[in-house]
């Protein structure tokens, strides 16, 4: 009886968010895979010419762009993701060892993470700006010619270099704070006790620090890529809509995945578009799933709850 | 090797800049070899003089030796000591063998040489076969014994223990005690061991050295502190059930409570606090000192009479007598006060007159 009661308290505590999540997170995933299976759906009128198994995923994988955004996806995550939780971990354990300003220097550290993405996309923009950006500038002091990264007819590896250090840079804030709680959290007495046994620094970091820390190291890693094979506001802070820098042509373009389900979607008005950008998006999310579940695989041997 | 401690002031400032002293002006030499106990109520400053000794904090004053080597200014990794903390500290994922050989690879020892101190150690200590474990795959007293090990693999000159035994329950407590008494004598190392147990300090120390406040109250052999002690606070720290303490006068060279002559005393007229050790009553029909009994606890061996405090009635004084006397709340018992398991104090400083 009390137990009874006890459910309906939760069901009713729970209601306002499962009504919300009902509305605009379980309806449109399971209206996105309804949508993959209508043969030549009419956005406009909502009609179909039944149901396809793969016509749609077909017209997705055989546009030329899939396989650009295939290309870029895959680039972008797999660089920038370990280079930047590299990166975080580093400057997270640094950090956490500065004793004095150690709070202003977090400040810092994560006032990125605050910022409008787009905004800091448009300040990236800047730097790499061939004519008056920093960077130019400060290679410039070493002798190097001014490189075009993204202006007018820039190549496809400058400008991806230009996005790969945005993106980089764009993710640290999150995964510094995340590690560094963590780090906090880890008892002092370790450190006394490798202090004690002469353990060199190296050895301190590599066999106590980063496997005290693997649970966080996982969490951030799995997010991170999931967050990388999402990625699109950098391209448009940083390209603007054509995701591509000015004057250049289609296959130099930037575009990624979900650039592919937006571009899509921005034709939806065209027959079977709107069940294309369901495909492209349920073959993202199909990609990110496997993704997970094999480094879910890896995490049961190398992390140590 | 004697460790010596010269000296030794350890002053913490906190945020707001207040100070506090944790260790004043501590002198004392701890003989090469022998198990010694370092016994306080908590906050009065052994941990951090245990803490001093093994280099994680610095004194604001004072030398430490290890022999006639100055190592007030050595690091912790350079004096050859090996720590125990409170806590154990072992490195959850690692197991039982990674944890003791951790020390090794540190200093770069060879693999096999490293694999078998490690198996003898832990051999030594007891947990041979559970080398592949994990720390948390084993109970309080083993996870004990790994860091033991752990801290005795790298042949340290001194062995500093931390509250060794105050995460085990009361029964594991006294069979590691026993344990670590073991691995000290067939080691032969030097072992300091900090400890707010009165009991545990004095059961299995060679020497305790008794700190308050951050002061050295007295140093000696257990029974010799138990039996002279220098102030209250040593009579009053050692022993249970704890001594008795009593309001009490001197005149004329005689020691009185309630106006009867309990013991003499060759001091001058004042107001003393007289302690007596609950063993030190001997019941006697022509005794010297009159008491109801307000409550009696029987546990076989002995039993303990329990007596109302003369001035607060919350509190009550403890008598261990031989178990053949059947004595029943409300009695009225006569006994005599053995001279040396009575001590008269100083009202104002403590100090033993």
Request: with cysteine; charged share 20%.
């Given at each position: ?7 309906l ?5 729970l ?7 009902s ?12 949508l993959?299976?209508?043969r ?15 016509g ?11 396989g ?5 996806t ?27 300003l ?7 550290f ?21 004519d ?17 990264w ?41 450190y ?8 060199p ?11 005290l820390?693997s649970?966080m ?13 999402k ?5 448009i ?35 079977g ?6 495909a ?26 | ?5 010269k ?25 090469s070899?022998?198990l ?11 941990s ?11 004194p ?20 050859g ?5 409170q ?5 959850p ?16 020892v060879p ?10 150690m ?13 720390p ?6 083993q ?7 752990r ?10 223990l931390?509250?060794p035994?105050?995460?085990?329950d009361?029964?594991?407590r006294l ?30 120390s ?5 700190m308050?406040?951050?002061?050295k ?8 502190v ?11 720290f050692l022993?249970t ?73 919350a509190?009550?004084y ?25 001590f ?5 400083t403590?100090?033993?007159?």
């Amino acid at each position: 009886m009390l137990e009874r009661q006890n459910n309906l308290k939760a069901l009713f505590y729970l209601a306002p968010a499962m009504v919300l999540l009902s509305v605009f997170t379980f309806y449109p995933l399971f209206n996105a895979f309804f949508l993959a299976f209508l043969r030549d759906y009419e956005f406009l009128l909502r009609s179909a010419k039944g149901f396809t198994l793969f016509g749609n995923f077909k017209n997705v994988i055989t546009d030329p762009d899939f396989g650009i955004a295939m290309k870029n996806t895959s680039i972008i995550t797999f660089i920038s993701v370990p280079i930047s939780v590299i990166i975080a971990l580093l400057i997270s354990v640094a950090l956490n060892s500065v004793k004095k300003l150690q709070g202003a220097f977090q400040t810092i550290f994560f006032l990125p993470y605050v910022t409008n993405a787009i905004a800091i996309g448009m300040a990236f923009a800047f730097i790499f700006h061939a004519d008056y950006g920093l960077l130019n500038t400060i290679l410039g002091w070493f002798g190097i010619n001014p490189i075009n990264w993204v202006g007018l007819n820039a190549s496809w590896s400058n400008a991806m270099f230009a996005l790969l250090v945005y993106t980089i840079w764009g993710g640290l804030a999150f995964k510094i704070m995340v590690f560094l709680s963590g780090l906090q959290s880890i008892d002092k007495q370790y450190y006394d006790a490798a202090r004690v046994d002469a353990t060199p620094r190296r050895r301190v970091l590599t066999k106590i620090t980063i496997p005290l820390l693997s649970p966080m190291i996982f969490y951030i890693t799995v997010t991170s890529f999931i967050g990388a094979f999402k990625a699109y506001r950098t391209i448009i802070g940083m390209f603007g809509e054509t995701l591509r820098p000015p004057g250049t042509l289609s296959k130099d373009s930037l575009i990624t995945i979900v650039g592919l389900v937006y571009d899509a979607l921005a034709h939806a008005d065209a027959t079977g578009k709107m069940s294309e950008a369901a495909a492209a998006s349920i073959i993202l999310f199909s990609i990110t799933m496997i993704f997970t579940l094999v480094q879910m695989q890896i995490s049961k041997r190398r992390v140590h709850f | 090797m004697d460790i010596t401690l010269k000296e030794i002031t350890k002053i913490f400032q906190a945020k707001d800049k207040s100070e506090t002293v944790a260790v004043n002006d501590f002198n004392i030499t701890i003989p090469s070899g022998k198990l010694i106990g370092l016994l306080g109520p908590s906050g009065c400053g052994k941990s951090t003089t245990l803490y001093m000794i093994a280099g994680l904090l610095t004194p604001n004053h004072g030398r430490i030796y290890f022999g006639d080597e100055d190592v007030t200014d050595m690091a912790p990794e350079d004096r050859g000591i090996g720590l125990v903390f409170q806590n154990y500290a072992l490195y959850p994922h690692m197991t039982v063998r990674q944890n003791i050989m951790f020390p090794l690879e540190n200093i770069k020892v060879p693999k096999e040489e490293a694999l078998k101190r490690a198996q003898d150690m832990a051999d030594l200590v007891g947990i041979g076969e559970l080398m592949n474990r994990k720390p948390k795959q084993l109970s309080g007293g083993q996870q004990q014994r790994v860091a033991i090990a752990r801290a005795l693999v790298k042949k340290p000159r001194v062995l500093l223990l931390d509250e060794p035994l105050s995460n085990l329950d009361a029964r594991l407590r006294l069979a590691t005690r026993e344990e670590i008494k073991r691995i000290q004598r067939e080691t032969g190392i030097t072992t300091i061991f900090v400890t707010h147990d009165q009991e545990e300090a004095m059961s299995i120390s060679d020497e305790i050295i008794l700190m308050d406040l951050g002061i050295k109250q007295q140093v000696g052999e257990p029974q010799d502190v138990y039996d002279e002690p220098k102030n209250l606070f040593v009579a009053k720290f050692l022993g249970t059930p704890p001594i008795n303490l009593m309001p009490g006068e001197i005149k004329n060279k005689q020691v009185l409570i309630r106006g009867s002559k309990v013991t003499g005393k060759a001091a001058k007229n004042q107001e003393v606090v007289v302690g007596i050790r609950p063993e030190g009553f001997e019941i006697d029909p022509n005794g010297i000192m009159e008491l109801e009994v307000y409550m009696v606890e029987t546990i076989g061996r002995d039993t303990t009479l329990i007596i109302k405090n003369f001035n607060d009635s919350a509190k009550s004084y403890r008598i261990i007598v031989d178990a053949r006397h059947r004595i029943k709340p409300g009695d009225k018992v006569k006994f005599n006060i053995e001279s040396d398991k009575i001590f008269v104090f100083n009202r104002e400083t403590g100090e033993r007159l």
